[in-house]
């Protein structure tokens, strides 16, 4: 099931998200005040303890129900199930407006290889508001495996959506992109931006999210992007060893993830961000939460 889905489309609603009609005056008048994400965007950042979690990961391993499981896909999961929780922060604004976006889509971005000349893609899996962590898993490495990380982007035959759309604006002149991309941002604006480019587009998704962990780095603040509809984008770096002592006086090993996550705040109030990043922690800590369906799911509350 997808966001709303069954919602019968009405007067001022786009193909990928309906208006948001029960804002009260301030929130309404967000939007119209700070008119781009730059003037927005509110920073936040955690550690979470992820000592459970990884042996968890080794557990689950072990066991062969998730042999590649990694911590990676392990915060997909967690911010698919805090978006099925808290659907406020799979919103987005555009023309002034606050919209409620009808899917889930995550974007990250696969390096093929890790040196100063490798060359990367992105991926935009879409996942159900039912997904469990197996489901998430198997949506990522379907995106991920047939990227052949040997081959340039312009010479790997199994391009996907993104790759097609990137090289074939790469190819033209610099002013005629320029002008393409205006067109771009102009009809977007109004809801009339094609479906696959906006299906191909990680600037139209519900999250992003950045592993700079992987190549040794903390976090950062990673900006939402004026292109298109993205509200959120997170990053997640090195771990941290600790020592601490518990009630008893015992020195006990904990392990910390470092994280970091920019994020609209026209789409909803700091509020409803606090309990998103309880919940995004609670299932990072706990991934075993995961492996069912959720036992409720929340639809965002969007009219008077």
């Known amino acids: 099931m997808r966001p709303l889905e069954g919602r019968i489309r009405r007067f001022g609603d786009r193909y990928d998200g309906f208006l948001v009609r029960n804002a009260d005056p301030m929130s309404s008048l967000i939007p119209i005040i700070m008119k781009t994400k730059s003037d927005s965007w509110v920073l936040m950042d955690d550690r979470v303890d992820i000592t459970h979690t990884q042996n968890f990961m080794r557990e689950m391993r072990k066991e062969g129900r998730l042999p590649n499981l990694s911590l990676y896909q392990i915060v997909f999961a967690a911010l698919v199930r805090t978006i099925v929780n808290v659907p406020e922060i799979n919103r987005f604004v555009q023309n002034g407006r606050v919209y409620a976006r009808n899917e889930i889509k995550g974007a990250m971005v696969v390096m093929k290889g890790i040196s100063k000349d490798s060359e990367r893609t992105?991926?935009?899996?879409?996942?159900?508001?039912?997904?469990?962590?197996?489901?998430?898993?198997?949506?990522?490495?379907?995106?991920?495996?047939?990227?052949?990380?040997?081959?340039?982007?312009?010479?790997?035959?199994?391009?996907?959506?993104?790759?097609?759309?990137?090289?074939?604006?790469?190819v033209i002149p610099v002013f005629i992109q320029k002008f393409v991309f205006e067109i771009i941002r102009w009809?977007?604006?109004?809801?009339?931006?094609?479906?696959?480019?906006?299906?191909?587009?990680?600037?139209?998704?519900?999250?992003?999210?950045?592993?700079?962990?992987?190549?040794?780095?903390?976090?950062?603040?990673?900006?939402?992007?004026?292109?298109?509809?993205l509200s959120c984008f997170g990053s997640i770096g090195t771990i941290d060893t600790e020592y601490e002592l518990n009630n008893k006086g015992e020195t006990k090993k904990h392990v910390y993830l470092n994280t970091k996550f920019v994020a609209d705040e026209?789409?909803?109030?700091?509020?409803?961000?606090?309990?998103?990043?309880?919940?995004?922690?609670?299932?990072?800590?706990?991934?075993?939460?995961?492996?069912?369906?959720?036992?409720?799911?929340?639809?965002?509350?969007?009219d008077k």
């Open 187 to 229: 009809i977007d604006r109004y809801g009339f931006l094609p479906k696959s480019v906006n299906k191909a587009s990680p600037f139209h998704s519900s999250f992003f999210i950045t592993n700079m962990g992987s190549i040794g780095s903390m976090p950062v603040y990673h900006h939402i992007y004026e292109l298109g509809t």
């Open 266 to 302: 026209r789409i909803t109030d700091g509020y409803i961000y606090s309990v998103a990043m309880r919940e995004f922690k609670k299932y990072v800590m706990k991934p075993e939460l995961l492996l069912d369906p959720p036992s409720k799911i929340v639809h965002d509350k969007i």
């Open 122 to 170: 992105v991926i935009t899996p879409r996942f159900e508001l039912e997904d469990t962590l197996y489901e998430i898993v198997d949506k990522i490495n379907e995106a991920i495996n047939p990227i052949d990380k040997t081959k340039k982007v312009m010479d790997d035959e199994n391009k996907n959506d993104f790759d097609i759309l990137e090289t074939a604006l790469y």
